[in-house]
């Protein structure tokens, strides 16, 4: 009964967004690449990407979200990086708006409620059907999806940061990697680390903290919308910078099997109930790898 409940709700929601002209005509005209063609783009193009998903284009409409308040000047700027291209960085949309099959019902029926409710208002005024975008969920390549065979696609994704000095700035609990061989073929790895919540606030010290110790290396970036603006702006100093989001915990899932999303040991998995990041914990290797606190 619930599935039959779900299912008439994905019907209606995506009858809904295909009734509407403004709706349909963008829908079918957008174009967005799928992930294994966004990672190959990155890693020849040495690109950075910012990703919009349902919270950066809350904040587009002027929201926030439990991660970061709403804020004038976020809402300025993600609109600013949706109409003003520069050459060595794309944006990421979810592949989703345009091929729905990849990914499970749950996802489905997220995708086309959301756009129901969203699209015309926080999307399309400040999205163009004359450019390319990609896939903002490249970093999304287990739960969501139906294929959970990932061995080929992670091993095309550790190419972006293969043999690169890379600098991490990550939200104080997200600990990327830690306790697992995602990044083992990086040449090398420091960390800047940042307020878990509301790090749009500190948006100058963290580009200030980033300038000094990440220059020349490719900066990779978990930190909700601030990595969204933080990828742009690098990019305009010549940066790379890849707004990677999720990606630590997707591997995690990976790894376990998990069907359903589940807590993480030390980490911070805002998606699913409680809290362990704040127990204790102590890694050497993480400790070492720490060269500054925007606290």
Not at 46 to 54: H, M, Q, T
Not at 210 to 232: F, N, P, Q, R
Not at 252 to 274: F, Q, R, S
């Amino acid at each position: 009964m619930i599935f039959i409940k779900k299912f008439l709700l994905v019907y209606y929601y995506k009858l809904k967004v295909y009734k509407n002209d403004m709706c349909r005509k963008f829908l079918r005209n957008i174009r967005i690449r799928n992930s294994w063609d966004t990672v190959e783009y990155i890693v020849e193009a040495k690109c950075s990407i910012s990703r919009f998903g349902d919270g950066e284009f809350y904040a587009v409409g002027g929201d926030g979200n439990p991660f970061q308040k709403s804020d004038a000047n976020l809402t300025r700027v993600l609109r600013e990086i949706l109409t003003s291209p520069i050459p060595n960085h794309i944006i990421g949309l979810p592949y989703s708006y345009v091929d729905t099959k990849p990914y499970v019902f749950n996802s489905k029926l997220f995708t086309y409620g959301w756009l129901a409710a969203n699209l015309e208002k926080c999307v399309i005024p400040y999205v163009s059907l004359d450019t390319t975008y990609y896939d903002s969920l490249f970093t999304r390549f287990y739960m969501s999806k139906k294929n959970k065979d990932c061995d080929a696609y992670i091993k095309h994704l550790k190419k972006i940061w293969e043999k690169r000095e890379v600098c991490i700035v990550e939200g104080v609990y997200t600990r990327l990697g830690v306790g697992n061989d995602l990044f083992d073929n990086a040449a090398s790895i420091i960390r800047v680390l940042c307020p878990s919540k509301n790090a749009f606030d500190m948006y100058d010290e963290i580009v200030s903290a980033v300038s000094k110790y990440g220059h020349g290396k490719l900066v990779l970036i978990a930190l909700g919308m601030t990595a969204t603006v933080l990828a742009y702006d690098l990019a305009k100093r010549g940066e790379q910078a890849i707004d990677i989001g999720h990606i630590d915990i997707e591997y995690e899932w990976y790894k376990i099997g998990a069907k359903t999303k589940v807590l993480l040991k030390n980490k911070n998995t805002d998606e699913v109930p409680g809290d362990t990041s704040h127990d204790s914990f102590h890694d050497d290797m993480y400790e070492s790898q720490v060269v500054f606190k925007v606290l």
